[in-house]
Each structure stands twice: as structure tokens, then as C-alpha cells.
């Protein structure tokens, strides 16, 4: 596999759903859990995200957003290393959004590189 050419990259985020709060101290434990295909959840759920980081030299800060879908920034979502890897977290309730469509803009930087991704998701009843 060939060397990323950016400075910096964001790699593909990971959605982990969890029905109750043993469900997801299960998926926080595990590197190796399954990320689901869809974007579409319960507002019963809390979703674990995860989001890999490459940078050439130090350590990149990464921010979250949490969007409506006309764009308007509801709120900032705390984002927490992950010991011993380039992943970041992203510990997401949904039991406070009303039913729509959001996003989750992902912004990471390091010195004067920077990257930005988003993830679209759908909240229903």
C-alpha cells in the first residue's frame, strides 16, 4: 500500500450502534468491532464513531460538529484519542435529537495542514 501523499488525511468513519450502556462499554473495548453499513438510527441508540488520523509529524487535534441538515452548528461534540493508535471517538447519544437528517463535520489539524470530512446520518422515532 502506497504512503498517503497529504500531510494529513482523515480516514473513513466508523458508526457502531449501541441499544443500551453494557452494549456500548462492549463496543469501547473492543478495536475490533464491526461498524454497521447503514445511517439510519434510532433515537434510542448511541452511536460510537471512530475515525482514523494520519499525520506526517505530531499529534493532530481533532473537532466534531454535530449539523442539521440545512447546516445550521447545533452543538460541538467532544472527541477523545484513542491510547496507542491514530484513532479518535466520538461518543454520540441520539435520545436528544428530534427526528431528522445531521451530520458530523470532522475537522483535524496539525501546524498549518488541515482535513476535513463529514458523516450523514438519519435519526427516526
Do not use: C
Request: net charge positive; charged share 20%.
Amino acid at each position: 500500500m502506497a504512503p498517503f501523499s497529504a500531510s494529513l488525511t482523515l480516514g473513513t468513519p466508523q458508526v457502531l450502534r449501541a441499544r443500551n450502556a453494557r452494549e456500548f462499554r462492549d463496543l469501547e473495548a473492543n478495536a475490533g468491532a464491526v461498524p454497521v453499513p447503514g445511517r439510519q438510527f434510532s433515537r434510542t441508540e448511541r452511536l460510537l464513531i471512530r475515525v482514523p488520523v494520519y499525520g506526517r509529524s505530531g499529534d493532530p487535534v481533532v473537532t466534531a460538529k454535530l449539523v442539521t441538515a440545512l447546516g445550521h452548528i447545533m452543538r460541538d461534540v467532544p472527541v477523545k484519542s484513542v491510547p496507542g493508535s491514530d484513532v479518535r471517538e466520538i461518543d454520540l447519544p441520539l435520545s436528544g435529537l428530534p427526528t431528522a437528517e445531521y451530520r458530523v463535520n470532522l475537522t483535524a489539524a496539525s501546524g498549518l495542514a488541515r482535513a476535513q470530512d463529514s458523516l450523514t446520518f438519519r435519526v427516526t422515532p
